[in-house]
């Protein structure tokens, strides 16, 4: 598609609580394998509930509150995306007492973890650590497990949060995102220029790319 040389500039912002999240990228990373396009992926941060208290929120009030969602529409909404991260071999466990988050350490994490090359795989372990395990990413010694478990410096990682020397660079990005628009995730801008929202889906990713394979040529 793009030349090696120019390889496709794929800019996500997104947040570890957002199950669309996780479903839009691996649907965009399906849709990158079946056409062989050359990219690279940077992640942004995005927080969905930046006042959300440190113990978190049931996922049912949450998304009641938030929303307006009855339990009924939530828990249609929970068997939908299951069965869509099941086809894209991602596992929601969904459970009473599900709980969302503030994810403002994680983003910290994320970065510090992008110095070392590797925010996308924490990335990946955060989403999985949430949706799947149930872990609790409001909690610093879990953050550092995750962190540890793919091979990142545990220590290190406590005193990242301890220190919050990264809160000023997570606060200015979600800042600059903010005034690009975004309000929503997933955000995904194709080039730095073509902005496309939510889970767009397998196909539309791929007549996305298609697009903008005929636009370079």
């Not at 793009?2 to 912002?13: G, H, N, Q, V």
């Not at 929970?78 to 929601?92: C, I, K």
């Amino acid at each position: 598609m793009t030349s090696a040389k120019s390889p496709l500039r794929i800019d996500i912002i997104s947040d570890v609580m957002c199950p669309w999240c996780i479903i839009g990228y691996r649907q965009l990373s399906r849709a990158l394998e079946s056409t062989g396009t050359p990219h690279e992926i940077h992640w942004h941060p995005f927080e969905l509930n930046p006042n959300m208290p440190p113990e978190g929120q049931d996922g049912f009030e949450h998304v009641a509150e938030k929303y307006g969602s009855t339990r009924a529409e939530s828990e249609d909404s929970r068997a939908r995306m299951t069965a869509l991260g099941a086809d894209l071999g991602f596992e929601f466990q969904w459970a009473e007492g599900f709980r969302m988050h503030n994810t403002f350490n994680t983003h910290q994490l994320l970065h510090w973890a992008g110095e070392q090359g590797r925010k996308d795989d924490l990335k990946q372990a955060f989403f999985s650590a949430h949706f799947t395990h149930r872990r609790d990413l409001s909690d610093v010694a879990v953050l550092a497990d995750i962190a540890s478990e793919i091979g990142l410096d545990r220590k290190e990682a406590v005193a990242v949060l301890d220190d919050q020397r990264f809160a000023n660079t997570v606060r200015e990005a979600e800042q600059f995102w903010q005034r690009q628009g975004i309000q929503g995730v997933p955000a995904v801008v194709f080039n730095q220029k073509h902005l496309v929202t939510g889970a767009q889906g397998v196909e539309n990713y791929t007549n996305i790319l298609h697009h903008l394979e005929n636009e370079e040529t």
